[in-house]
Structures are given as C-alpha cells and as structure tokens.
C-alpha cells in the first residue's frame, strides 16, 4: 500500500469514528436547598408509604419497574425545581442536583418484580415518588419507550399510603409536561370545565413521511396550552389510512377536551 493510501485509509477510519456524547451541561437552579426547609423531613416519623409503578404501552401490554430504584424526596422548593427542570429527564434520572442537604434527604428503595416498593419511618409531608419504566419496542416504533414516572404525594402522620405510580412527566419545556393528557378513566370524578374540543394530528402527506401517536398527542397538548387549559380530558387516539379532508395519506389522529379544574 502506497502512502496516499495508507493516509486516505486512515482520514476514513477518522472520519467513521463514532462521536461521544457531549457531557450534560451542570444543573442550574433558580433556588438553594435550605436547613429550614428540610428540617421536617430530618428525623424518623411513623408514616409509610407502599406502591406500585407501572406504565401501559400502546397495545395494552403492562411494563412494569422491576428492578428499578425508586426515589423519595421531600417536596421542597428547591426539590420541586430541580424535579420540573432536570429530574423528570430519562436522560438525566440518575444525577442528583448539586446539594448536600437534598442527597442526605433522599430516600430510595428498589422495585420488586411486580414493580412495587415501599418506604417507612417517614416523617409527614409533600414527597416527590420517581422511578423509571422504559421497554425496547418492534420494528414500526423502534427504540427505548417510556421514560421518568412520578407523582407528588402529600403523607399523613401515622398512616400507610397507597400510590399507583404510573404518570409519565417530562421536563419544563415539552408539551406533554405542561398539559396532561388523560383518559375517562384517569379523570375519576374529579370536577372540571370543559373550554371546547381540541384534536392533534401526525400527517403522512406525501407518503415520505414517517408518523406517530406520540407526535400526535404532542400536537394535541399543544392546542390545549394554547388555550391556557389545565389538562387534555377524555382523550382517544386513532389511526386512519387516506383521508381528503385530512388531507394524508396516513395519519394518526388524537381528540380531547380541554377543561380547567373546578
């Protein structure tokens, strides 16, 4: 091999190299974690809390958290900052903020293979529950699905509280984190007002492009937020082939109500 091709060779071999991730930039809080603050949550209670995270895909099969290690912080200010900008991040589920007094009071437990835990000897108080559930799917929506699940509980002294911890959030700045979508199921009885019917769609138009219920639900929220609404109600989603008025040739489509709680 002459030497124009042993530096082509290696310029090539260069060139395929795979990039490395760019490092996460450091966490930036607009809050700190005070001693005040934490104070309540420092010493053993009598409380307990006993729960179950699960997340259920697109064609009804349950994925549930086994193994996974789940996190119970107090639900401070300073917590709830860092939960809105970088703790419901799948990317970044396993940093903490830069705190001292946070990590001391952090508390965490690992998943049984039903996806259930449990914690005790808790002290009363508003709780930030985490965890996550993500599967690989097939060929039509390849790729990690799933992400952070997580809910803020307010615990009573004394008593053993149930959580059913199946809410995917995402971080302050995606659509799906500011507007909830739920179904008839998840709104229970709890009271709302209807604004109007919203719809999102994810449009095939010209058959080169690829299309998703998620992009689809993402649209959804959008509208809603659009209209400064609490919440997506009564949410269905559904896939059609060619439509005229729709103007696709394949498409999934998404409705709901926009509603603000009572």
Same mark, same amino acid.
């Given at each position: 091999?002459?030497?124009?091709?042993?530096?082509?060779? #290696?310029?090539?071999?260069?060139?395929? /190299?795979? *990039?490395?991730?760019?490092?996460?930039?450091?966490?930036?809080?607009?809050? !700190?974690?005070?001693? /005040?603050?934490?104070?309540?949550?420092?010493?053993?209670?009598?409380? &307990?809390? &006993?729960?179950?995270?699960?997340?259920?895909?697109?064609?009804?099969?349950?994925?549930?958290?086994?193994?996974?290690?789940?996190?119970?912080?107090?639900?401070?200010?300073?917590?709830? !900052?860092? %939960?809105?900008?970088?703790?419901?991040?799948?990317?970044?589920?396993?940093?903490?903020?830069?705190?001292? $007094? %946070?990590?001391?009071?952090?508390?965490?437990?690992?998943?049984?293979?039903?996806?259930?835990?449990?914690?005790?000897?808790?002290?009363?108080?508003?709780?930030?529950?985490?965890?996550? +559930?993500?599967?690989?799917?097939?060929?039509?929506?390849?790729?990690?699905?799933?992400?952070?699940?997580? /809910? @803020? @509980?307010?615990?009573?002294?004394?008593?053993? =509280?149930?959580?059913?911890?199946? *809410? #995917?959030?995402?971080?302050?700045? =995606?659509?799906?984190?500011?507007?909830?979508?739920? &179904?008839?199921?998840?709104?229970?009885?709890?009271?709302?007002?209807?604004?109007?019917?919203? =719809?999102?769609? !994810?449009?095939?138009?010209?058959?080169?492009?690829?299309? =998703?219920?998620?992009?689809?639900?993402?649209?959804?929220?959008?509208?809603?937020?659009?209209?400064?609404?609490? /919440?997506?109600?009564? +949410?269905?989603?559904? &896939?059609?082939?060619? !439509?005229? $008025?729709?103007?696709?040739?394949?498409?999934?489509?998404?409705?709901?109500?926009?509603?603000?709680?009572?």
């Amino acid at each position: 091999m002459d030497r124009v091709s042993i530096i082509l060779t #290696m310029v090539t071999i260069v060139a395929c /190299a795979p *990039t490395a991730p760019a490092p996460p930039q450091p966490m930036e809080l607009p809050t !700190s974690a005070t001693d /005040a603050d934490y104070a309540p949550f420092a010493l053993p209670g009598t409380a &307990s809390l &006993s729960g179950q995270a699960f997340l259920t895909t697109r064609g009804g099969d349950v994925k549930v958290a086994a193994g996974r290690t789940v996190t119970l912080d107090p639900a401070t200010p300073y917590a709830r !900052s860092w %939960f809105a900008k970088y703790g419901s991040d799948l990317d970044r589920a396993g940093e903490l903020p830069p705190s001292p $007094t %946070f990590e001391r009071a952090r508390r965490s437990t690992v998943a049984d293979a039903q996806g259930k835990f449990h914690f005790e000897t808790l002290p009363p108080g508003a709780y930030i529950v985490r965890t996550t +559930v993500t599967w690989e799917t097939g060929a039509q929506y390849s790729g990690v699905q799933g992400g952070v699940v997580a /809910a @803020v @509980v307010d615990i009573p002294d004394g008593k053993t =509280s149930e959580l059913i911890l199946n *809410t #995917m959030v995402r971080p302050v700045g =995606s659509v799906m984190a500011r507007v909830p979508l739920l &179904s008839k199921e998840e709104i229970g009885s709890r009271p709302y007002t209807k604004l109007k019917e919203v =719809s999102g769609i !994810s449009c095939n138009m010209n058959g080169g492009q690829s299309i =998703s219920v998620d992009a689809a639900r993402d649209d959804l929220a959008r509208s809603a937020t659009e209209l400064k609404a609490d /919440a997506v109600a009564n +949410v269905i989603c559904k &896939s059609g082939g060619f !439509s005229l $008025t729709k103007n696709c040739i394949q498409y999934f489509q998404c409705v709901g109500d926009a509603v603000t709680w009572n």
